[in-house]
């Protein structure tokens, strides 16, 4: 499911027009965006939880030639689902 799939989806669930369901989609986004700005979380019950997570800094190879590579340490966002999500998957 894309963006434009789950926008149709919510729209239709909540009885709105697409751009109604664009709003509320963006909104959650939105949310969950704030939510895990600076270091922090965003945890869904029944979901699952949005985690910043720093990565070292390590060596690499370039797949085409075997050269060794350093790569920078980074800051991603992880995501770990729920006991509830993860069984109904």
């Given at each position: 499911?894309?963006?434009?799939?789950?926008?149709?989806?919510?729209?239709?669930?909540?009885?709105?027009?697409?751009?109604?369901?664009?709003?509320?989609?963006?909104?959650?986004?939105?949310?969950?965006?704030?939510?895990?700005?600076?270091?922090k979380s965003c945890s869904i019950i029944g979901f699952g939880?949005?985690?910043?997570?720093?990565?070292?800094?390590?060596?690499?190879?370039?797949?085409?030639?075997?050269?060794?590579?350093?790569?920078?340490?980074?800051?991603?966002?992880?995501?770990?689902?729920?006991?509830?999500?993860?069984?109904?998957?």
């Amino acid at each position: 499911m894309n963006k434009a799939e789950l926008v149709e989806s919510v729209a239709e669930a909540l009885g709105e027009s697409k751009a109604g369901g664009e709003r509320c989609v963006n909104a959650v986004l939105e949310a969950i965006r704030k939510g895990t700005k600076g270091d922090k979380s965003c945890s869904i019950i029944g979901f699952g939880t949005f985690a910043v997570k720093k990565r070292k800094a390590r060596t690499g190879r370039n797949p085409q030639t075997g050269e060794e590579i350093k790569i920078k340490a980074s800051t991603t966002v992880g995501f770990k689902p729920s006991k509830k999500f993860k069984d109904f998957v």
